[in-house]
């Protein structure tokens, strides 16, 4: 209650120092995931599911019947470094310390089992394994609370932006590239109005728009998309081989992470919507 007093999300962590797991109604995000989590969603769950997502300052919450019961499970505290406006870099062992020393500026230390903890004011992307040893924990990413550290708070350097940046200019693997072959054939298409250039065009701009949200809305970019896609063809005879452009937007989300089952039920939505209120 005192770190939430001072503006810290807070969550309960178990014995392996991870957040507690989801409740059945949240398993799998059959919830459709909390609203500030990659692919927002609508889940108001009492339960502490979702990790970082679920970190909170609320003290009803807090003392909740639920997040009781989960706190006498506990056994340690974890908070979400992006709710507070902080960024941590997790150093996991002393060559990572040593460069750290080495190249960033200081800024409040905390010592853990295995490394450093240090701790800028400012949020950022999260990122794992930004250089061997390191970190970064910020948005949408959950640290263990190990006491307030040492040495006065320093703002955000571009030392520590530039790790992600660096992480985030490495090519990708052929496995993942979001360039796949239309799905959208005349042949199958023979009641559609309109010619392949305007579908063609259509769908890439709403695969653009699902792909402009890498970091969260990918899931919401997917749904208005196949909603708009889906609205252009309710006055054609059919059929319009609209399951083709389902697959192509669900393959765009899913390449920017959004769980295969929530991408899918996303655009299904998204489509039905436009289906329906025209019926």
Known sequence: M????????????????????????????????????????????????????????????????????AWRRARAIGYHPGGANVTVVDLDNTDAVAWARATLPPTTTVQTTRGEHWIYSGAMRSANKVRPGVDIKSLMAYARWLGPGTGPITALP?????????????????????????????????????????VQTGLERG????????????????????RFLASRHTTCPGPCGLDGIAEELIAAAIAVGVPAPYARRCVTNGMNAALGAVA
């Open 2 to 69: 005192a770190l939430a007093d001072g503006r810290l999300p807070v969550l309960p962590l178990g014995a392996d120092k991870r957040p507690l797991g989801n409740c059945p109604d949240c398993a799998d995000l059959a919830c459709g995931g909390r609203p500030n989590m990659k692919t927002p969603g609508p889940c108001v769950c009492p339960w502490p599911c979702h990790g970082w997502a679920a970190a909170t300052t609320n003290p009803h919450v807090l003392t909740s019947r639920q997040w009781g019961m």
């Open 158 to 198: 571009p030392a520590v932006l530039a790790l992600v940046e660096r992480e985030e200019s490495t090519p990708a693997r052929a496995a993942v590239d979001s360039s796949i072959p239309t799905r959208w054939d005349r042949r199958v298409a023979t009641g559609c109005r309109h010619t392949p250039a305007f």
């Open 207 to 226: 695969l653009d728009n699902i792909r402009a949200h890498p970091e969260q809305g990918a899931g919401t970019a997917a749904y208005g998309a196949a």
